[in-house]
DNA sequence: CGCCAGGGACGAA
DNA sequence: TTCGTCCATGGC
């Protein structure tokens, strides 16, 4: 499957820290699981290739993951008013928002709490090779984000011997939420930001933080700015500020997501052709 | 308020 | 190499 797409590089939108399930592959193209299947993507200019989607699937489920009807020239155009994102978008050029799923978005920042992004990677990955369907591409072995009803028999222990320590419990909590229907995508999505926070925030281990990655990363709420250890650290030396959050959402309204992103990538990965 | 949890990454010594 | 610190959340 080939597409033209502008304002996409696989490195920046996989690698830029809303996903944790792409690796990069030595020809740099990337693959991934994601909605049960396994593809690999790559991109020359604007021409994108999906090895192992067909026009069904990029329909059904690729195209709305990779988000590819929104005009990212236009969100970049708007935010460059701001000099610091003009860097930053330079930087990040082909950051893209990923539509991930609720559960595995919600699962995985729990698990990414207090933790880094190699030891998430791992952890979700053994998650998946222990409870999820196992899939073949290329000859090799993948294995899909396990569904909320194969969770929800998993225990405590089990969780905590994939290595996420204190988090198990959270884990199922999140889970039993989300078997039991008490926490609903469908609800969430009819909710305005501030409705949905609340609701979330409700879930064992989800705290602000977590809260915003979760709503921005499989939701589609624009409007928030998930203020971590990089994008506080960006906001104190850009703009001053000392709460990053509210600062970030009031500076860049329903775009504060889209920022959020570019300054992140650019604030953690730059620093070595930048000072 | 301060501290801890469970563990890997990362930077300093 | 080893040591200390970090990370984001809830419980105490």
Known sequence: MIIKLDDFSPMHTFDCGQCFRWERQSDESYIGVAGGKVVKISAKENVVTIDGADENDFTSFWGKYLDTERDYGNIKKKLRAHPLLDKAIDFGSGIRLLRQEFHETLISFIISQRSSIPKIKSCVARLCELYGEKLEFEGKYYYSFPSVETLSTVSEADYR?????????????????????????????????????????????????????????????????????????????????????????????EYSGFAQQYLFYWRKYSKDENV
Request: proline share 2%; net charge negative; aromatic share 10%.
């Open 161 to 253: 011997a994939l290595g996420v320590g204190y988090r198990a419990p959270y884990i199922v909590d999140a889970v039993k939420k989300l078997y039991s229907g008490e926490l609903s995508e469908e609800f969430l999505l009819k909710c305005d930001t501030a409705t949905a926070r609340k609701e979330l925030l409700k879930v064992h281990g989800v705290g602000d933080k977590v809260c915003d990655c979760v709503l921005l990363f499989s939701l589609g709420k624009y409007d928030l700015f998930p203020s971590d250890v990089w994008i506080k650290r960006v906001m104190e030396e850009s703009f001053d500020s000392l709460s990053a959050k509210e600062t970030g959402e009031s500076l860049f309204k």
